[in-house]
């Protein structure tokens, strides 16, 4: 069964408020125990009732004294800093109940509008709606078309990359079918090396009787004569 939610207010009846401050008495003197324990910090706890001819303490008259004087050494602005009494933590309780009621006041207005905008895309009429509700509704529309454009630039240039990509991919499709389906490959520079070492050796062996000479200071090339005219006819070699 759940407990049900005690009103603040000031208990009228004697009797009654005799019982309740005799039982939240010994509640705040264990929490505030417990407070000193668990995290331990100093605490003290003084309790006056018209009704007692005495004060009540905890944990003693010693320990609250320490405490208290300590707070006094303090200066007077950290005193205040966080100092709350019933009045102040009331205001601070009104000004919060009432930044919740004017938020949730907004989000039901906008919830509102909102209705109201999609029963008009059905074909429902604006007659019925004063200029406040008119331009309510004109900013709602404002803002889901800023939604709306934002959203077509972002598939717009998503499109755009899409596009570029795949012009991309098939220009690199179209040169690997003209070099019959293998991708081109740089060949480094001894490949070539190779290629021209082969070359001689071939060109040795046809001529094996064909060798580099110095008469003087001429030099006598292999495949021609002095005026580097070409032995072998053009029909082959340039």
Known sequence: MTR?????A?????SARKATF????KGLMKKVSELSTLCGIDACAILYSPDDS???VWPSPL???L???RFKMMPEMEQSKKMVNQESF?????????EQLKKLGKDNREKEITRVMFQSLTGKGLQTLNIIDLNDL???????????NKRIESLNKEAQSLATAAATAAAAGQLIIKNGGKVPEEKPAFDTMDAIQRQQWFVDLVNPNEQMGFAGDDMMLPFGDANQNAFWPNGFFP
């Open 4 to 8: 049900k939610k005690v009103k603040l």
């Open 10 to 14: 000031y208990i009228t009846n004697d």
């Open 22 to 25: 005799k039982k939240r008495k």
């Open 54 to 56: 005495q004060f009540e």
């Open 63 to 65: 320990g609250v004294q």
């Open 67 to 69: 405490v208290v004087d």
């Open 90 to 98: 009331l205001r601070q309780r009104i000004a919060k109940g009432n």
């Open 138 to 148: 004109g900013w709602m529309i404002d803002q889901n078309l800023m939604k709306i």
